[in-house]
């Protein structure tokens, strides 16, 4: 057993920022556990985010590189990290809880008979991984007992980026065996949806939908709302998956990252997804039926009630007090 | 095409949720549940493939009883039979242990194609699919939004962070998670309801399946999030509350 391996996501040849996060998780892991922590870059040219990596405090950073890890593959990233987990036999490998990470690690870890304890939001001791059920309205502690390395993702925003701690570590290469015959998918290059014309990644105020409005009529509902405020209108991922709104009003992890002086969520029951795309958000009112909804969470003013008699009010008295 | 949509019976999501009182789950009694929202999009994605290209749809699901109306309702829709694992201890078994599950009751039926959503409403795992293909020995993509049939197989549109998408080519038969979006989702018609009542629902005790059922990660503790921001709650009826609101949001905060 040889301690913590964190696996660096590349973004841009750079690591990402919640690879960083990942760092973050491990090193305070590795505190708890007693273990020292590692990186791992995969990749075909890994030297430039093994340098950047290597500035961190780890006891080493290792390389894993093949010219067949040039384009991210589950075949090829899982084959790879098997590879080196079964040599190198780590307690624990974290992830940063990416969409990638998320196509791929359940493979790696069934492969070793274990599973990956996915979108941790923190841990305590045993180790005990603490991750959300039933949309965000519970938590759930899972504490792993496979007799393999035990395999954490965690979420983005759980655990701070700017904790990572500075250092100078060794680099090393490993050399994964593969053929590219157990390759069986073909990834073409990533393209962007249709033009994006409505930026609410700038947009200073705004007003955003969720599944508690029930109705594709009730929307004029939020839009009376926003226009009352000078609003661009969004909405959570259900309401654009049903047409009601286009999708490039979509507001969370899939569409847009928003960052408003203030945030009107109206019936909006805050599943993880939205909320990552909000976190920017300076002020947040939750307006919301269900007194338990994460949402309220994120809110720094809540409305608790039915969202057709609570919208029209406000509106009404957004105009009077202008 | 001979597809297979692994479905999931899960708590609606306007259910009120309580917990046990073993703080180890929630209290089943008394719920009401309905079919996991992006199952019912791979549903959809498997009922649409069908029409275009021939075959069959066969719906699986694992859980106890009650799974039955869930079974009938995509039944009802239009898949041709269905396959009941039934297990009562569904939520105790870990996320390998539930694919090991499907992937038992799955494998004698060679289908091409296997399509499961993206996550469940509940536990949010996001693996089952993932899981399978490599217990099936079968290449996977996840988090699709489209599928098309091509000479060599299948090319498939994968969501990708912050609005990028990516297609990618894969040989049948393979394993796809759907992610819900991709299509619009069809409706009962009465006449499906109909029909639904005399199509095949095989049901397999769990036991039968004979699968290894060590526990590699266990649940042992729900709780309620603990409130980490204090959120002002504006009391009184709607115009109280929201003339508060302007209050605050004007001269507390002064965003407005």
Not at chain 1, 78 to 105: C, G, M, N
Not at chain 2, 64 to 85: M, N, Q, S
Not at chain 2, 157 to 183: H, Y
Request: contains cysteine; hydrophobic residues 45%.
């Amino acid at each position: 057993m040889s301690g913590i391996y964190v696996v660096i996501e590349e973004r841009d040849g750079r690591a990402s920022r919640i690879s960083w996060e990942a760092v973050a998780a491990g090193q305070k892991l590795a505190t708890l556990a007693g273990q020292t922590v590692n990186a791992i870059v995969l990749g075909a040219q890994t030297e430039a985010i093994a340098a950047e990596v290597a500035a961190k405090a780890f006891a080493k950073v290792v390389r894993i590189e093949h010219p067949l890890l040039a384009a991210y593959t589950a075949d090829g990233f899982t084959l790879a990290l098997q590879q080196f987990i079964e040599s190198d036999k780590p307690d624990y490998v974290v992830f940063p809880h990416t969409y990638q990470v998320r196509d791929y690690a359940p493979k790696l870890a069934a492969r070793l008979g274990q599973v990956l304890i996915g979108d941790v939001t923190g841990f305590g001791d045993g180790p005990v991984f603490t991750r959300q059920l039933m949309q965000g309205r519970l938590n759930g502690s899972y504490r792993p007992t496979g007799n393999g390395p035990c395999f954490v993702s965690v979420q983005a925003g759980a655990f701070r980026a700017d904790e990572t701690q500075p250092g100078a570590a060794a680099i090393s290469t490993f050399t994964p065996t593969i053929e590219p015959a157990q390759i069986r998918t073909k990834p073409s290059e990533r393209f962007r949806g249709a033009a994006q014309t409505v930026d609410l990644g700038s947009a200073q105020l705004i007003v955003g939908v969720g599944r508690g409005i029930k109705d594709a009529a009730n929307i004029p509902i939020a839009q009376d709302l926003a226009t009352a405020l000078g609003a661009e209108l969004g909405a959570s991922r259900p309401i654009c998956d049903n047409g009601w709104l286009p999708m490039e009003r979509q507001i969370g992890s899939s569409g847009q990252t928003i960052s408003p002086k203030l945030y009107i969520a109206v019936g909006i029951s805050g599943a993880i997804q939205h909320l990552v795309g909000i976190k920017g958000s300076q002020c947040v009112v939750a307006i919301n039926k269900d007194a338990d909804a994460p949402i309220f969470e994120a809110a720094d003013y809540g409305i608790v009630g039915d969202l057709m008699e609570v919208v029209p009010a406000l509106t009404e008295a957004v105009k009077a007090a202008q | 095409m001979k597809i297979i949509v692994a479905i999931k019976q899960v708590p609606e999501r306007d259910a009120q949720i309580r917990i046990d009182t073993a703080g180890k789950w929630i209290e089943e009694s008394g719920l009401q549940y309905a079919l996991n929202e992006s199952d019912a999009y791979a549903l959809e994605e498997a009922l649409q493939l069908k029409e275009k290209h021939g075959g069959e749809v066969v719906v699986l699901t694992a859980g106890p009883e009650r799974v039955g109306p869930t079974i009938r309702e995509a039944l009802a829709k239009g898949a041709d039979r269905a396959i009941h694992i039934d297990c009562a201890d569904l939520g105790s078994r870990d996320a390998l242990g539930v694919a090991r599950l499907l992937a038992a009751a799955l494998k004698p039926e060679a289908p091409d194609l296997v399509l499961t959503g993206l996550q469940s409403d509940d536990l949010g795992q996001g693996q089952t699919g993932v899981i399978l293909a490599e217990l099936l020995g079968l290449p996977h993509s996840s988090l699709i939004l489209h599928v098309d049939k091509t000479d060599s197989g299948l090319t498939v549109k994968r969501e990708l962070e912050e609005g990028w998408f990516q297609n990618i080519d894969l040989p049948t038969p393979a394993v796809l998670t759907i992610q819900s979006g991709g299509n619009k989702l069809r409706y009962a018609t009465l006449m499906g309801i109909k029909r639904a009542k005399t199509k095949e629902v095989r049901t397999v005790p769990a036991s039968e399946l004979a699968v290894d059922s060590t526990l590699v990660a266990v649940l042992e503790r729900v709780s309620l999030p603990q409130k980490q921001k204090s959120t002002q709650i504006l009391p009184g009826n709607p115009k109280e509350a929201a003339a508060a609101l302007v209050e605050k949001l004007k001269f507390e905060a002064r965003v407005l």
